[in-house]
T-cell receptor
Framework: EPEVTQTPSHQVTQMGQEVILRCVPISNHLYFYWYRQILGQKVEFLVSFYNNEISEKSEIFDDQFSVERPDGSNFTLKIRSTKLEDSAMYFC????????????FGPGTRLTVL | AQSVAQPEDQVNVAEGNPLTVKCTYSVSGNPYLFWYVQYPNRGLQFLLKYITGDNLVKGSYGFEAEFNKSQTSFHLKKPSALVSDSALYFCAVRDLTSGAGSYQLTFGKGTKLSVIP
């Protein structure tokens, strides 16, 4: 069964450093998402991406964040200058073109900012 | 604004007994509702969804959920719990104010289900 994959599973970085979180969505999916979950809190929407551009973003997704689909398979989330409060589990998700389909999530990347 | 509430942080149930994980929602229009399950060190796995039609939705692993519009609820149920059902369960609603093609989900905080042998 096809799965969304994410790398790395755990990333530790120093405050102020740039990090790139990587995702490989399911191959025939067209819509891509990033969510995050701060420890003990809700899963929160960050951004959605379709047709090589951001279609929607939340207030969390400020200028420090960016997304890219550099090739036909990868979907990345970059945080330019990490803050302590960026420490969270980051989930990538993808969806087929059908509007009624569910989103399929990856296993997540745990980001720890020291 | 839309929101989802899962009133129980943890639900404990004996193996073989029926289980219910509660979810209530608030949206401006008609809701699209989802349940996801998260096993340790795994991503969120899609269980089932409600869009329209029959209020009782059947999903993966024997789970089902009942949509109740008057109570704005979408409780997850299973007639006979298994130890392997122990996991974190998330209810989610689709944000109907999003533009076409986005379909961002708003999640509840999750409910930890423990099935006791």
């Amino acid at each position: 069964e096809p799965e969304v994959t994410q790398t790395p599973s755990h990333q530790v970085t120093q405050m102020g450093q740039e990090v790139i979180l990587r995702c490989v969505p399911i191959s025939n999916h067209l819509y891509f998402y990033w969510y995050r979950q701060i420890l003990g809190q809700k899963v929160e929407f960050l951004v959605s991406f379709y047709n090589n551009e951001i279609s929607e973003k939340s207030e969390i997704f400020d200028d420090q964040f960016s997304v890219e689909r550099p090739d036909g398979s990868n979907f990345t989330l970059k945080i330019r200058s990490t803050k302590l409060e960026d420490s969270a589990m980051y989930f990538c998700a993808s969806r087929m073109s059908s509007g009624r389909g569910g989103q399929f999530f990856g296993p997540g990347t745990r980001l720890t900012v020291l | 604004a839309q929101s989802v509430a899962q009133p129980e942080d943890q639900v404990n149930v004996a193996e073989g007994n029926p289980l219910t994980v509660k979810c209530t929602y608030s949206v401006s229009g008609n809701p699209y509702l989802f349940w996801y399950v998260q096993y340790p060190n795994r991503g969120l796995q899609f269980l089932l969804k409600y869009i329209t039609g029959d209020n009782l939705v059947k999903g993966s692993y024997g789970f089902e959920a009942e949509f109740n519009k008057s109570q704005t609820s979408f409780h997850l149920k299973k007639p006979s719990a298994l130890v392997s059902d122990s996991a974190l369960y998330f209810c989610a609603v689709r944000d109907l104010t999003s533009g076409a093609g986005s379909y961002q989900l708003t999640f509840g905080k999750g409910t930890k289900l423990s099935v006791i042998p």
